[in-house]
T-cell receptor, first 113, second 110 residues
Framework: DVKVTQSSRYLVKRTGEKVFLECVQDMDHENMFWYRQDPGLGLRLIYFSYDVKMKEKGDIPEGYSVSREKKERFSLILESASTNQTSMYLC????????????FGPGTRLTVT | GDSVTQMEGPVTLSEEAFLTINCTYTATGYPSLFWYVQYPGEGLQLLLKATKADDKGSNKGFEATYRKETTSFHLEKGSVQVSDSAVYFCAHSGGFKTIFGAGTRLFVKA
């Protein structure tokens, strides 16, 4: 079974702090994604990566950056956390192939106070 | 642009009732279509998929058929259980990016 793990299930940070969210997948997938999930808005893509050291902006990249130094690890960085970044963050991975189905981690619920 | 529209929830059903959650999409080309499910406190997991027109995806009693002529991929289950209570997301993907619908919350009462 594909396993995608995220470093924390719950996180509380203060406004202005630098926040790191880590994601690791164990199935050698080329593609990795970061989404945020908010009530009524569904999933919104923040960034994705299709190879090591490669990254592409998604629909809402402002206030975020990412790092992919190794194939299995994709980190999301909030350079200076703000209260409007309080959300559920979901990491996913997918192989490059016929259908591009995605495999999700359990999510990190981040609260910025 | 590409999009996915699914029926708004919440949908509330009694156990053993028939379920339909409607989903329509707009996309260029011929994307793969998916239903994902999210149980409380968890990430999304793939429920079923279809990769070409007229394909039927099925899993755990759920099924959906890829209808190119109506650009639809409606989710159905003949007899729901309390354990099916979750949020269901319709999605399509033609490449790296996947477009998700807003999700439909299903409550099943015993």
């Amino acid at each position: 079974d594909v396993k995608v793990t995220q470093s924390s299930r719950y996180l509380v940070k203060r406004t202005g702090e630098k926040v790191f969210l880590e994601c690791v997948q164990d199935m050698d997938h080329e593609n990795m994604f970061w989404y945020r999930q908010d009530p009524g808005l569904g999933l919104r893509l923040i960034y994705f990566s299709y190879d090591v050291k490669m990254k592409e902006k998604g629909d809402i990249p402002e206030g975020y950056s990412v790092s992919r130094e190794k194939k299995e690890r994709f980190s999301l960085i909030l350079e200076s956390a703000s209260t409007n970044q309080t959300s559920m963050y979901l990491c996913a991975s997918s192989p490059t192939g016929a259908s591009y189905e995605q495999y999700f981690g359990p999510g990190t619920r981040l609260t910025v106070t | 642009g590409d999009s996915v529209t699914q029926m708004e929830g919440p949908v509330t059903l009694s156990e053993e009732a028939f379920l339909t959650i409607n989903c329509t999409y707009t996309a260029t080309g011929y994307p793969s279509l998916f239903w994902y499910v999210q149980y409380p406190g968890e990430g999304l997991q793939l429920l079923l998929k279809a990769t070409k027109a007229d394909d039927k995806g099925s899993n755990k009693g759920f099924e959906a058929t890829y209808r190119k002529e109506t650009t639809s991929f409606h989710l159905e289950k003949g007899s729901v259980q309390v354990s099916d209570s979750a949020v269901y997301f319709c999605a399509h993907s033609g490449g790296f990016k996947t477009i998700f619908g807003a999700g439909t919350r299903l409550f099943v009462k015993a």
